[in-house]
């Protein structure tokens, strides 16, 4: 990623974090009428103990040295999660430009993995890589959300259909909750990959693409594993409801498993079977 574009990322999540941000819930007091919504840049300075000069110039994108220390005082004035913090870090921080991983070759879902994949019969799950291209799923995913196997790799990549297929933007609820869970994901690889130049063309790819995708990204959080309750309307099964568990899979290839779990009571599980049981005649 060139220093371009990772300085404009992270002068976008600084404004986006503090603009999140009310003086009482920093301890600080109101100060009469503000023109900003949430903290003043100079607010944020007070707190990481830093001159407003030199935060003005981090958040506004500007190329300058920073060290661990100070980046660990902004993100306690910004209260970042682990997962933001992580992610400012790999933003800020010189090094990690030239830390270029390579994409892993070869097989992807081991022996161990794919069953897993078998043994969750009544659990949609989607296996992923760090580029969120879908990998591996098992039959209750295909039912539920595509038949991936009618899909190329290259036209596999999650991010991507929840945008362009229309029957996965029916299918959510609130899909715009949805796509957003998976968008905060895939903040957390750009932040750990920055050096892989694919993310920022890919990005921009999106941007030109999908008109809605930009505000969108620009209003995603920051979560590596994000557990929320979904609720869809199949075609088919109708009314669904799930809990999404967002894993990581350790290992080389850096792999992130998602399994819908029926909730309980809501009828979803018996409706799946019913959906994988008409398929399979």
């Known amino acids: 990623m060139n220093d371009e574009i990772r300085l404009r990322a992270l002068s976008e ?15 600080l007091p109101l100060g009469g009428r503000r023109r900003t919504t949430g903290l003043r840049r100079e607010e944020v ?28 005082a902004v993100s306690d004035a910004l209260r970042l999660n682990k997962d933001e913090k992580r992610y400012l870090f790999g933003l800020a921080l010189e090094e990690t430009k030239n830390a270029g991983i390579p994409m892993e070759e070869g097989e992807l879902i081991t022996p161990s993995i794919r069953r897993i994949l078998s043994e969750l019969n009544y659990c949609p799950t989607i296996i992923t890589d760090r580029r969120s291209y879908i990998v591996g799923w098992n039959e209750a995913a295909a039912q539920v959300f595509l038949d991936f196997n009618m899909l190329s790799l290259e ?16 299918l959510a609820v609130n899909w715009e909750h949805f796509a957003k869970g998976f968008l905060s994901i895939f903040r957390t690889y750009l932040g750990q990959y920055m050096a892989d130049d694919w993310y920022s063309e890919f990005i921009e790819t999106m941007i030109d693409k999908y008109p809605d995708f ?3 990204w620009n209003e995603s959080e920051v979560s590596s594993a994000p557990e929320v309750m979904i609720e869809f309307r199949h075609s088919k099964a109708g009314k669904m409801l799930y809990n999404l568990t967002s894993l990581q899979v350790h290992g080389m290839n850096d792999l992130r498993c998602s399994i819908y779990t029926p ?8 409706k799946l079977k019913q959906l994988l049981k008409r398929e399979s005649k």
């Open 13 to 27: 999540f600084l404004k986006m974090k503090r603009a999140k941000l009310q003086p009482a819930m920093v301890g």
């Open 45 to 72: 300075a007070q707190l990481a103990g830093v001159s407003t000069t030199w935060y003005t110039w981090l958040e506004q994108g500007r190329d300058i040295k920073v060290s661990i220390s100070v980046l660990e």
């Open 155 to 170: 036209n596999r990549n999650l991010i991507e259909l929840l945008f362009a297929r229309k029957e996965l933007r029916a």
């Open 214 to 216: 930009e505000v969108m």
């Open 263 to 270: 909730v309980d009571g809501s009828g979803t599980e018996e």
